[in-house]
């Protein structure tokens, strides 16, 4: 499996603004799954190995108005 990921979280504004932000990406090399080849079948699973992967990213804001309230 390799496995990359990227999450720089940043500070402005006297510390009144929060950025963060992610970015990923996974890679799995032999994963085993299996699925239904026939549902009529007594016998009807298949096992299968298959490379998978997910990329993906996220970003967050968080803005404090005032030092008792935040907006997200």
Known sequence: MDSIEAAPKNRF??????INADVYYYNYR???????????????SVNVTVPAYYIGG???ALYRLTAHDRSD
């Open 58 to 60: 996220e970003l967050e």
């Open 30 to 44: 032999g994963f085993q799954t299996s699925y239904v080849s026939n549902p009529f079948a007594i016998n009807n």
């Open 13 to 18: 504004f006297e510390d009144s603004l929060q």
